[in-house]
């Protein structure tokens, strides 16, 4: 049984921090790309950051670049995403998103059940 089971939100004031971590089991997470998202309200899901499942490359939506860093731990089956310097705008609920392409088209893309992330002005 897949799960993805998101930790560390709430609320905080501008310019602070918090870390939000992501805990896999039910699959073989070192070969599974790992990405937050989030969704504020009335708004689409978006990609915030995202690791890759061998290399570790990273990437960044450009609202968050040089503030929020993404990793992972291959040997706890962890994703994390520190932020700092937040701003009200980042309040969202945050999603933790796996995914993998197999080469005959087949995908596979597990999600968790959030987590409030709001930052006060």
């Known amino acids: 049984q897949v799960q993805l089971v998101e930790s560390g939100g709430g609320l905080v004031q501008g310019g602070g921090s918090l870390r939000l971590s992501c805990a896999a089991s039910?699959?073989?997470?070192?070969?599974?790309?790992m990405s937050w998202y989030r969704q504020a309200p009335g708004k689409e899901r978006e990609l915030v950051a995202r690791?890759?499942?061998?290399?570790?490359?990273?990437n960044y939506a450009d609202s968050v670049k040089g503030r929020f860093t993404i990793s992972r731990d291959n040997s706890k089956s962890t994703v994390d995403l520190q932020m700092n310097s937040l701003k009200p705008e980042d309040t969202a609920v945050y999603y933790c998103?796996?995914?993998?392409?197999?080469?005959?088209?087949?995908?596979?893309?597990?999600w968790g059940q959030g987590t409030q992330v709001t930052v006060s002005s």
């Open positions: 998103n796996a995914h993998r392409s197999w080469t005959w088209g087949h995908m596979a893309d597990y």
């Open positions: 039910g699959f073989t997470f070192s070969t599974y790309a």
């Open positions: 690791i890759t499942s061998f290399s570790g490359s990273t």
